[in-house]
């Protein structure tokens, strides 16, 4: 018997990563303007699908309040760029902020459980939604525009925000392969598998959690403030939205809960279904919301879950593998 | 001062209402179901659709759309909340939240962007007031006051002293011990969720009789009702009255301190009974723990 972390798939997948960030780089030299807008807006999908997968598939937390982050990173950029500081490095700053604001936050909610947890969430988003209102600067939900991207020229403010979320994805992703490959994520994966048995054997579920709950909300503050770099302006009600959630719950239940890949696949598919669909307005969101019921109730392991299975394939290796067996300890058992 | 307080009482009413549903769900099932104030907004338009066509009074057509709705609850558990409380205590709560982005939706495809309102329906009625020590209080705000105290009052008394009640309160303390005794879980389940969407029905009418509703609506009332269970701390039904009570208070209290305070001060309160739950004595903001002795009394007895 062999436990290794990677496999053949897993040194292609390297090598398609690695071609393919690289294609990434040099594609603003020949892509359309469109291209770049709609690539931007892709790796904000997959930033955000990754946080909420990070959440519920290996926390086992299944928030319906992310938006509070989603918002809050926007709202805090915002407030930091009219402090005069370039709204490049207000976003990360943002991030940041609220990321330190979800750990006092994480101490209290994650004594709540499921349901309750879920919801918990989502009153909280509201209240978010309901104090920055109370702020003068952004005027009521009226909002206001991220005016200080305007120092920048058409051109080069394209190419600044396509970079910075291409930057952002790439390194959240990153940072959330090491730490799932780390000891708490290992321990996260065993909590999400069978979390009193991960106690049995001294896991310490609170802190894992409390450290995954955080990375997930700089995470979805930082897909915020991106999302107002590419909008340029922000209104409290559509960033403090329930659906913005509901948009990462569709991307992770169809793409796989649970699995790296099921989360970037899930985003992709997103985005496809957005391009060719979103101008059927309402029946494009009923669609959303039947697929993610029928995925959650037919499919817990969504498309990836389905092909890991299928095909034993692990693309990214988070993980260990188990190979070379001996057949005939597992007959011995029956 | 005294006036808002009257007024804060009588919305609480209407917040029992909205809450019992899914206190009782949570109560039977061990589920809350996040498609609750979506199929209560359902049920409004339901209720105003067949008040318009047949030129009905909504108190007529809410007797119509109770049984609708019950057969409703009795898919959603069958087709829907069955499979999904067989998968761990994470999915009802992915595939009600999905339901309830489908319903709104739907609503919305249906019924457009207008705000609806049973009170045209009712004549003077929704004008009407009683005036009583100098302050004028709403004849309709009562009767679902009042409503509220019965569907309540008819469900605690249900549990308490049916052959059904038994039943359900068995399933809700052990479903699989109670399936030895005989009990069918599965039909007690079944029923459960239609009773809680009958509630749902009749709040959901409350809701289009004392204001207006639209398709995207469902959403804070899903979060009133859950603000009052936790409030009223999820274990008895009459605490969730009072639970509804208290959360319209806040509200109020909210509003005197600020123009835009007034969900603010419903969410606040509900911060602080959560906070005190979590860390202080867990009961301490319930009708048990007050009880308690009386209960206690109940079990040596």
Redesign the interface.
């Known amino acids: 018997m062999k436990i290794k972390r990677s496999n053949a798939y897993s040194k292609v997948t390297l090598y398609v990563v690695a071609a393919v960030f690289i294609a990434l780089i040099l594609l603003p030299s020949f892509a359309s303007n469109n291209v770049m807008e709609r690539l931007t807006v892709l790796f904000i999908y997959i930033i955000m699908a990754a946080m909420w997968n990070t959440l519920a598939g290996f926390g086992g937390l299944i928030s319906i309040g992310q938006q509070l982050f989603f918002g809050l990173g926007a709202y805090a950029t915002i407030r930091i760029t009219n402090m005069a500081i370039s709204p490049f490095v207000a976003l990360l700053i943002a991030a940041c902020l609220v990321g330190l604001l979800s750990w006092p936050i994480s101490t209290f909610m994650l004594r709540l459980k499921a349901g309750e947890f879920a919801i918990g969430m989502w009153v909280l988003a509201s209240i978010g939604h309901l104090l920055v209102n109370l702020d003068p600067l952004i005027q009521g939900e009226t909002g206001i525009s991220l005016i200080a991207l305007n120092q920048y020229a058409i051109e080069s403010r394209r190419l600044l925000i396509y970079f910075a979320a291409l930057v952002s994805m790439s390194g959240l992703l990153l940072g959330l392969f090491y730490l799932l490959r780390s000891k708490a994520g290992i321990a996260m994966q065993a909590i999400r598998d069978n979390e009193e048995a991960a106690d049995s054997i001294g896991v310490d579920a609170e802190k894992v959690k409390k450290w995954f709950f955080i990375f997930a909300a700089f995470g979805t503050a930082l897909a915020g403030a991106l999302w107002l770099a590419q909008a340029s302006s922000f209104q409290p009600k559509t960033y403090f939205s329930v659906q913005w959630t509901a948009y990462m719950i569709f991307m992770v239940l169809v793409g796989g809960l649970g699995r790296f890949e099921g989360a970037i696949l899930g985003a992709l598919l997103f985005f496809v279904v957005e391009t060719w669909f979103a101008a059927t307005g309402v029946w494009y969101l009923v669609g959303l919301g039947a697929v993610a019921m029928l995925c959650s109730l037919f499919f817990p392991k969504g498309i990836w879950g389905v092909i890991e299975t299928r095909l034993s394939i692990t693309l990214i290796p988070v993980g260990y593998q188990v190979t070379g067996l001996k057949p005939d300890s597992h007959s011995k058992n029956k | 001062m005294m006036n808002s307080l009257v007024q804060a009482i009588l919305l609480g009413g209407y917040y029992a209402l909205v809450a019992c549903g899914l206190a009782f769900m949570?109560q039977v099932m061990r589920?809350?179901n996040?498609a609750h104030g979506s199929l209560a907004i359902l049920s409004a338009y339901l209720v105003w659709e067949i008040t318009d066509a047949l030129a009905l009074s909504p108190f007529v057509s809410v007797l119509m759309i109770l049984p609708i709705m019950a057969i409703i609850g009795l898919l959603l558990q069958r087709v829907?909340l069955e499979?999904?409380t067989k998968?761990g205590?994470?999915?009802?709560?992915?595939?009600t939240?999905?339901?309830?982005?489908?319903i709104d939706?739907?609503l919305?495809?249906q019924f457009g962007a207008n705000t609806r309102s049973l009170s045209p329906y009712l004549g003077d009625l929704s004008w009407e007031s009683y005036e009583i020590f100098g302050l004028w209080i709403g004849k309709l705000p009562v009767i679902v006051l009042i409503t509220a105290i019965v569907v309540i009052g008819g469900l605690d008394l249900i549990l308490r002293f049916t052959p059904l009640g038994r039943q359900i309160r068995a399933t809700a303390f052990d479903p699989d011990t109670a399936g030895l005794v005989g009990i069918d879980a599965r039909k007690i389940a079944g029923i459960s969720a239609a009773i809680a969407m009958m509630t749902v029905a009749i709040s959901g009418t409350a809701l289009g009789l004392r204001g207006t509703f639209d398709a995207y609506a469902g959403?804070p009332q899903?979060?009133f009702a859950?603000?009052a269970t936790?409030i009223g701390g999820a274990s008895s039904l009459w605490g969730v009255f009072l639970g509804g009570i208290i959360l319209a208070i806040a509200q109020s209290i909210g509003a005197l301190i600020?123009p835009?305070g007034f969900?603010?001060g419903g969410?606040?309160m509900?911060?602080i009974f959560?906070?005190a739950r979590?860390y202080f004595n867990r009961d301490v903001f319930t009708l048990k723990h007050w009880f308690a002795k009386r209960n206690k009394g109940e079990i040596t007895a």
């Open positions: 949570f589920i809350i996040l829907i499979r999904a998968g205590e994470l999915l009802p709560v992915l595939t939240f999905g339901l309830a982005i489908v939706n739907l919305f495809q959403g899903l979060l859950f603000e936790i600020h835009q969900l603010l969410h606040f509900f911060l959560l906070f979590i």
